[in-house]
């Protein structure tokens, strides 16, 4: 990598003493913003989309690089960033489970129980907003928020920061990624950033049905189920779960509100986009989920209360819960029974190969 790398400026001798000598002024390691560069340093590399997705939208002051990545990744299973050290990022985001946890509602530190189901990171990194209530603007907003959490990884930033900085593999990682052994919260946020920038699902039998024209990739059933998915009259489900010509992220990245989680007196356990936005109408609505993978991360809904796909569509059949705010796409629809299958069965044609490289890197 120091081959690689030595073509940059930032990696010739000058500008190492540079940085040895602004590191003097500063402290060690922080856990609010440092005043060290946090971009990347080194080549940029690209990641490449697989079939049926667009192009990844990347923030200009964190282009990805090998070893930015390679660090993101580290962090991302180190269950030091939590306060018990037991709980990692991938302990609610599990690659063996489609980058959730499989439960219906996520687990913390000594158990703590939260209030909403994990979603996956497959393809987190098209999402214009983050979390099921849009609280995060981009992954690297989000990526901190978990560790702080009380009942998610319940530790306080600094301390992580501590941690990080006290481990010689963190702090060569660090200075990789970064020009300089210093660790900060930017730094961490921008790593595991990058590293879920990586975390892609395509090339399903969809998209090689849709988009690489091999007309056998999805079984006679599969191909009237994405005819019900389409059909405004029917499935209606293209509403929310976006199909474009070029790509489908089967997502329109906003909020909704289906009527899932009311009681029967129309109040919400869970207030949803309204926690963030205060704004009435946002009242029990939640982000649209990506239905990439979706067969292989049941359980489904904010809350997981749904179990299987055949629940979800029968959920939607029915025209979700009334309640004051009910999202107007949220219309009858009419499907017999085998509509109710098909629909089913091109839901499964939505799984693809992951990449290679995203699970727990080798302890070293």
Avoid at 164 to 172: K, R
Avoid at 343 to 364: D, H, Q, R, T, Y
Wanted: with cysteine; net charge neutral.
């Amino acid at each position: 990598m120091e081959a690689v790398l030595s073509s940059n400026p930032r990696t010739q001798p000058a500008f190492r003493l540079a940085m040895v000598i602004v590191a003097l002024t500063l402290p060690f390691s922080s856990g609010c913003r440092s005043a060290v560069s946090d971009t990347p340093v080194g080549p940029p590399i690209r990641i490449t989309p697989p079939l049926g997705l667009p192009p990844v939208p990347i923030p200009a002051d964190n282009p990805p690089t090998a070893a930015s990545i390679a660090l993101g990744r580290r962090l991302f299973y180190d269950p030091r960033l939590s306060r018990d050290n037991t709980v990692a990022c991938a302990h609610c985001h599990d690659p063996r489970l489609g980058f959730t946890d499989g439960l219906r509602l996520s687990l913390g530190v000594g158990g703590l129980t939260g209030i909403r189901n994990a979603p996956t990171l497959a393809n987190a990194a098209y999402a214009p907003l983050q979390f099921w209530d849009g609280r995060a603007s981009s992954l690297e907003e989000q990526a901190a928020s978990p560790i702080a959490d009380p009942v998610e990884m319940n530790q306080p930033h600094d301390v992580s920061v501590s941690k990080l900085a006290s481990d010689p593999t963190y702090q060569a990682m660090f200075r990789q990624a970064f020009g300089s052994k210093g660790v900060s919260l930017s730094r961490v946020e921008k790593a595991l950033a990058s590293f879920e920038r990586t975390i892609l699902s395509g090339d399903s039998p969809f998209d090689r049905y849709e988009y690489g024209g091999d007309k056998q990739a999805l079984t006679p059933a599969q191909i009237r189920g994405l005819a019900v998915f389409r059909d405004p009259t029917r499935g209606n489900c293209t509403a929310c779960h976006t199909i474009e010509p070029t790509s489908a992220l089967f997502t329109d990245g906003n909020f909704h509100n289906t009527g899932e989680g009311v009681d029967d007196d129309g109040k919400f356990k869970d207030e949803g986009r309204f926690l963030k936005t205060h704004v009435k109408a946002d009242l029990g609505a939640f982000k649209t989920p990506t239905l990439r993978d979706v067969a292989n991360t049941a359980p489904y809904m904010h809350d997981g209360i749904l179990k299987t796909l055949k629940e979800v569509v029968d959920f939607y059949a029915g025209q979700g819960n009334s309640n004051p705010n009910l999202d107007p796409a949220m219309r009858v629809i009419r499907l017999s029974g085998e509509d109710r299958a098909d629909l089913v069965e091109f839901l499964k044609a939505l799984s693809g190969p992951l990449p290679p490289n995203l699970g727990p890197p080798e302890k070293n």
